[in-house]
């Protein structure tokens, strides 16, 4: 089953594996030592960033390593794009009335 990438960042947790896996691939027994959960519980998140393409895995003998898809991440830096502009836009209009404000005190 593959879930919305979105699902996969609304948790916390899913969010602070990823920041985790930004540095370097890791084994779920290395994530788990970074929360105060399970190792279980860590891997039903990972299952769901893996379900939503955002992890890969590596064999290395009995090991699986995961690592960040940094190319998937690639969809919510676009889909925030739109509001980064929407922002951006803003904020400039917000500087613009500030020096009108400024100018008029002078």
């Known amino acids: 089953m593959k879930r919305d990438i979105f699902q996969a960042i609304s948790d916390p947790t899913r969010r602070a594996i990823l920041v985790l896996l930004i540095a370097q691939a890791m084994t779920p027994n290395a994530l788990a030592e970074h929360f105060d959960s399970t190792r279980q519980a860590v891997s039903k ?6 379900e939503c393409e955002l992890l890969e895995q590596r064999k ?15 969809e919510i830096d676009q889909w925030l794009e739109q ?19 400024q100018n008029k005190e002078k």
């Open 60 to 74: 290395s003998g009995r090991e699986i390593y995961y690592q960040l898809k940094v190319d998937k991440m690639k």
């Open 45 to 50: 998140h990972i299952k769901i960033l893996n």
């Open 83 to 101: 509001f980064r502009k929407q922002w951006e836009n803003r904020f400039s209009q917000l500087d613009q009335v500030l020096l009108n404000l």
